[in-house]
Nanobody, 126 residues
Framework: QVQLVESGGGLVQAGGSLRLSCTAS????????MGWFRQAPGKEREFVAA????????YYADSVRGRFRVSRDNAENTLYLQMNSLKPEDTAVYYC???????????????????WGQGTQVTVSS
């Protein structure tokens, strides 16, 4: 089991920045690809970003590429999502998740993740 706890969400104006954190406990954090997903009201959960166990590869949804940056600190068992130039359409609950998959085609899929955090709300006002 891996326990994941997100933090760092909040209310920000359009154009602003936030940094989300996800702290892991349980099984070795460094074994897993870690991802960020988000879910807006009335919409399905969608992929945002992912990073492989070593940090050597990262993947982004087209909607956030160039604005968001995913990173991890395996020594601290922590995953980060730096979000810049935020837009109202970025408003959602953001979840971190852990996956045993590593390929680009797999890590964008919700079903490839075994462990999930409880989510943190991000609200971007216009």
């Amino acid at each position: 089991q891996v326990q994941l706890v997100e933090s760092g969400g909040g209310l920000v104006q359009a154009g602003g920045s936030l940094r989300l954190s996800c702290t892991a406990s349980g099984r070795p954090f460094s074994r897993y690809t870690m991802g960020w997903f988000r879910q807006a009201p009335g919409k399905e959960r969608e992929f945002v970003a992912a990073i492989t166990w070593s940090g050597g590869s990262s993947y982004y949804a087209d909607s956030v590429r160039g604005r968001f940056r995913v990173s991890r600190d395996n020594a601290e068992n922590t995953l980060y999502l730096q979000m810049n130039s935020l837009k109202p359409e970025d408003t959602a609950v953001y979840y971190c998740a852990a996956s045993g998959y590593h390929s680009g085609k797999d890590v964008i899929e919700v079903r490839r993740y075994d462990y999930w955090g409880q989510g943190t709300q991000v609200t971007v006002s216009s």
